[in-house]
């Protein structure tokens, strides 16, 4: 199921399922470990002697934020029981201190015995051997823990803090599925302590006058040992959770809104959506400078492995983003982080866990026998090319000197080594992470980088160095044109294979990834060759059915949904398939009236969010269901690059100034 609300503060991230289930738990590091392993933890209600979960038939369900903030605001009514609650939950923007406010009010005019009964099941650090839950008799809470991971579980109402009543116990072991059972009679064990594999559950009582509200606030506190959870709870004590509530509300909505971005020439949705964006990749950020591509542990049951890992690319392009956005500190930390991660000679591996070590992969090492480097030759050039990007708008020279050779000169100069007698790259795996060969989308990116380090080497002085990195990406745009390139079927290939006795095989299939020609400034997006590339991408894999969109590449068996229709459904429509198009569009527009022409891709993008603002990877081409993994990093950032950009080129067009930087 999608993660339709992630909230958090860079160090503890809380999702939930479309059913409003808290379905996700990380700490200390956005995307390692999830400390539920993906089990529900359970919310309930027992109202005068009927009890229902949140999941539910009977519920209707609203799932969204609060305007602008990293705040939930989710209604839930059910009728049989005559209780409506309203909710809103948040990771406090300085404390691993997740809340959760619930109003709980009476729709049958009476007054009402009701309580409320949270399920906690826990698996610390991914494994729920050896974990233990006990009550706490000094907070009036529940405490998991193992080893140096403790989570303290607390609440509190109207008139007191701590949990009203408790149990622990084991689950998943022979005939025992959890304490939620024990809830559904609206009695709890008090049972106060269990070892292995636990979980646990608390609950409140409130007793609510005829058509009247009260309000319940549960917590929990995340720390190393039991002394620091125990200061957490002080602290929401002293502070109150309405407070720290409000604080993190007003913080989150300074942050997202401090540019002052006017948005005037586009509709509201797109402007809502923007904000809401910037703020789900802030949630997918790791406080050490880690850009997780995606924190949806349903993907396990898919791939049998996630998405929570740094893969440089998705980095690279959201660091972009956010330098359009104004973030500078949050690009900074992923420059940082990727100058500890890149490799001595000059490279990237594939993917890495949020702590900077290397992640699993399955590229090999060898191929037929012979040595080769794993990796995708894009990850490494669009690191190089973003920080270009990010200096040519906040000019941090200081910043940049340290960087200088990590992560300019010594991959700059890898990439002049590992070219082949053309001068083309030597093959690697593509951004898909399916074939291995020379990739028209990973050429681009290089030529991209090559460029940027030249630039970076002028403004330093180093006059040879500038000189040897302007002459390789000429002397690969021109191995681009005259391999790559077909006059007869006037477009690109997507990918060239070498073969032995010279010469490449070509691969003409369509792929959206040629964006990269114009994005990364390999090629001139009025050039006559883009844009009959281009407007054949558009021919080839729009998807012509109500939900529209643009696949990925023709025949894309990634989540396949049924067999191909020949013109009809090349594959599933994906965000940022369509959003490379829109900026096409965008980039070379030269009237409001071209211009125009990308906002109805926006607004396509908008109509694919789920109500809480959350896009997913794909989507169903006939019932627009999310699918893959939700959100993802990537679609949230192409879409804020791809509104940053139309406002750009629409200051450029009318002279108005809509406040983003012309520099990136």
């Given at each position: 199921m999608?993660r339709?609300?992630?909230?958090?503060n860079?160090?503890?991230?809380?999702?939930?399922?479309?059913?409003?289930r808290?379905?996700?738990?990380?700490?200390p590091?956005?995307?390692m470990?999830?400390?539920?392993?993906?089990?529900?933890?359970?919310?309930?209600?027992?109202?005068d002697?009927?009890?229902?979960?949140?999941?539910?038939?009977?519920?209707?369900?609203?799932?969204?934020?609060?305007?602008?903030?990293l705040?939930?605001?989710?209604r839930?009514?059910?009728?049989?029981?005559?209780?409506?609650?309203?909710c809103?939950?948040?990771v406090d923007?300085?404390?691993?201190?997740?809340?959760?406010?619930?109003?709980?009010?009476?729709?049958?005019?009476?007054?009402?015995?009701?309580?409320?009964?949270?399920?906690?099941?826990?698996?610390?650090?991914?494994?729920?051997?050896?974990?233990?839950v006990?009550?706490?008799?000094q907070?009036?809470?529940?405490?998991?823990?193992?080893?140096d991971?403790?989570?303290?579980f607390?609440?509190?109402?109207?008139?007191s803090?701590g949990v009203?009543?408790?149990?622990?116990?084991?689950?998943?072991?022979?005939?025992?599925?959890?304490?939620?059972r024990?809830?559904?009679?609206?009695?709890?064990s008090?049972?106060?302590?269990?070892?292995?594999?636990v979980d646990?559950?608390?609950?409140?009582?409130?007793m609510?006058?005829?058509?009247?509200?009260?309000?319940?606030?549960?917590?929990?506190?995340?720390?190393?040992d039991?002394?620091?959870?125990?200061?957490?709870d002080?602290?929401?004590?002293?502070k109150?959770?309405?407070?720290?509530m409000?604080?993190?509300e007003?913080?989150?909505?300074?942050?997202?809104?401090?540019?002052?971005?006017?948005?005037?020439?586009?509709?509201?949705?797109?402007?809502?959506?923007?904000?809401?964006s910037?703020?789900?990749v802030?949630?997918?950020?790791?406080?050490?400078?880690?850009i997780?591509?995606?924190?949806?542990?349903?993907?396990?049951?898919?791939?049998g492995?996630?998405?929570?890992?740094?893969?440089?690319?998705?980095?690279?392009?959201v660091s972009?983003?956010?330098?359009?956005?104004?973030?500078?500190?949050?690009?900074?930390?992923?420059?940082?982080?990727?100058?500890?991660?890149i490799?001595?000679?000059?490279?990237?591996?594939?993917?890495?866990?949020?702590?900077?070590?290397?992640a699993?992969?399955?590229?090999?090492?060898?191929?037929?026998?012979?040595?080769i480097?794993?990796?995708q030759?894009?990850?490494?050039a669009?690191v190089?090319?973003?920080?270009?990007?990010?200096?040519?708008t906040?000019r941090?020279?200081?910043?940049?000197?340290?960087?200088?050779?990590?992560?300019?000169?010594?991959?700059?100069?890898?990439?002049?080594?590992?070219?082949?007698?053309?001068?083309?790259?030597i093959?690697?795996?593509?951004?898909w992470?399916?074939?291995?060969?020379?990739?028209?989308?990973?050429v681009a990116?290089?030529?991209?980088?090559?460029?940027?380090?030249?630039?970076?080497?002028?403004?330093v002085?180093?006059?040879?160095?500038?000189?040897?990195?302007?002459q390789?990406?000429?002397?690969?745009?021109?191995?681009?044109?005259?391999?790559?390139?077909?006059?007869?079927r006037?477009?690109f290939?997507?990918?060239?294979t070498?073969?032995?006795?010279?010469?490449?095989?070509?691969?003409?299939?369509?792929?959206?990834?040629?964006?990269?020609?114009?994005a990364?400034?390999?090629?001139?997006?009025?050039?006559?060759?883009?844009?009959?590339?281009?407007?054949?991408?558009?021919?080839r894999?729009?998807?012509?059915?109500?939900?529209?969109?643009?696949?990925?590449?023709?025949?894309d068996?990634?989540?396949q949904?049924?067999r191909?229709?020949?013109?009809r459904?090349?594959?599933?429509?994906?965000?940022?398939?369509?959003?490379?198009?829109?900026?096409?569009?965008?980039?070379r527009?030269?009237?409001?009236?071209?211009?125009?022409?990308?906002?109805?891709?926006?607004?396509?993008?908008?109509?694919?969010?789920?109500l809480s603002g959350?896009?997913?990877?794909?989507f169903?081409?006939?019932?627009?269901?999310h699918?893959?993994?939700?959100?993802?990093?990537?679609?949230?950032?192409?879409?804020?690059?791809?509104?940053?950009?139309?406002?750009?080129?629409?200051?450029?067009?009318?002279?108005?100034?809509?406040?983003?930087s012309?520099?990136?």
């Open positions: 999608p339709n609300l992630p909230v958090g860079g160090e503890m991230l809380v999702a939930f399922d479309d059913l409003y808290v379905r996700d738990l990380y700490w590091h956005v995307g470990p999830n400390h539920t392993c993906g089990h529900l933890q359970r919310f309930g209600v027992w109202a002697g009927q009890f229902a979960w949140i999941e539910a038939p009977s519920w209707t369900r609203t799932l969204n934020y609060v305007q602008d903030s705040v939930t605001e989710v839930l009514r059910n009728e049989r029981l005559g209780i409506e609650l309203v809103r939950d948040a923007y300085w404390s691993p201190v997740y809340f959760r406010s619930v109003i709980v009010t009476d729709l049958q005019d009476r007054p009402r015995d009701v309580r409320l009964f949270f399920h906690q099941d826990l698996s610390i650090g991914e494994s729920a051997i050896g974990d233990t006990n009550y706490d008799p907070t009036g809470g529940l405490v998991h823990y193992k080893d991971t403790y989570f303290l607390n609440g509190c109402g109207a008139r803090y009203d009543t408790w149990s622990t116990g084991q689950k998943r072991i022979r005939d025992a599925e959890g304490t939620w024990d809830a559904e009679d609206g009695l709890l008090r049972n106060t302590i269990a070892q292995g594999s646990s559950t608390v609950g409140f009582s409130l609510l006058h005829p058509g009247g509200s009260s309000t319940v606030t549960y917590w929990i506190c995340a720390g190393k039991y002394e620091e959870v125990k200061a957490l002080d602290k929401v004590r002293t109150t959770p309405q407070r720290m409000l604080r993190t007003a913080y989150w909505r300074l942050w997202a809104t401090k540019e002052g971005f006017d948005f005037s020439p586009l509709s509201k949705s797109v402007r809502d959506l923007f904000i809401r910037e703020l789900i802030r949630t997918q950020i790791d406080h050490d400078g880690a997780i591509a995606a924190n949806d542990y349903d993907i396990t049951r898919f791939a492995d996630t998405y929570s890992y740094m893969w440089p690319r998705d980095g690279a392009l972009y983003a956010l330098v359009l956005a104004g973030q500078s500190e949050l690009s900074q930390e992923f420059f940082r982080f990727a100058q500890r991660v490799e001595k000679s000059g490279y990237f591996l594939h993917k890495y866990n949020p702590t900077g070590t290397l699993s992969s399955w590229h090999p090492w060898t191929l037929d026998g012979k040595r480097l794993p990796i030759q894009d990850e490494t669009l190089v090319w973003a920080l270009r990007r990010h200096f040519c906040f941090d020279v200081e910043f940049i000197r340290d960087l200088y050779n990590p992560l300019i000169v010594d991959p700059a100069s890898w990439m002049l080594r590992y070219r082949d007698q053309n001068g083309l790259p093959p690697s795996w593509d951004l992470e399916e074939r291995r060969g020379i990739h028209l989308f990973t990116a290089t030529i991209g980088a090559l460029k940027a380090a030249a630039a970076f080497a002028h403004e002085g180093a006059v040879d160095r500038a000189t040897e990195f302007e390789g990406a000429e002397r690969m745009k021109v191995a681009m044109l005259r391999h790559m390139w077909s006059p007869e006037n477009m290939a997507r990918m060239a070498p073969l032995a006795e010279g010469g490449y095989e070509l691969d003409f299939t369509a792929d959206a990834s040629a964006c990269g020609l114009f990364f400034d390999a090629m001139d997006a009025n050039d006559s060759r883009v844009v009959a590339h281009m407007q054949m991408l558009r021919e894999l729009w998807v012509h059915t109500d939900i529209g969109g643009m696949a990925r590449y023709e025949r068996p990634y989540h949904v049924e191909f229709e020949t013109g459904v090349p594959g599933n429509p994906w965000i940022i398939s369509t959003l490379w198009y829109a900026q096409w569009l965008i980039e527009a030269h009237t409001e009236e071209e211009l125009a022409e990308a906002q109805h891709l926006l607004q396509w993008t908008c109509d694919r969010a789920a959350v896009l997913a990877e794909q169903d081409p006939y019932s627009g269901t699918l893959s993994v939700s959100p993802l990093t990537w679609s949230h950032a192409a879409f804020m690059t791809t509104v940053l950009k139309y406002l750009q080129r629409h200051t450029q067009l009318t002279g108005i100034d809509h406040g983003v012309a520099r990136a």
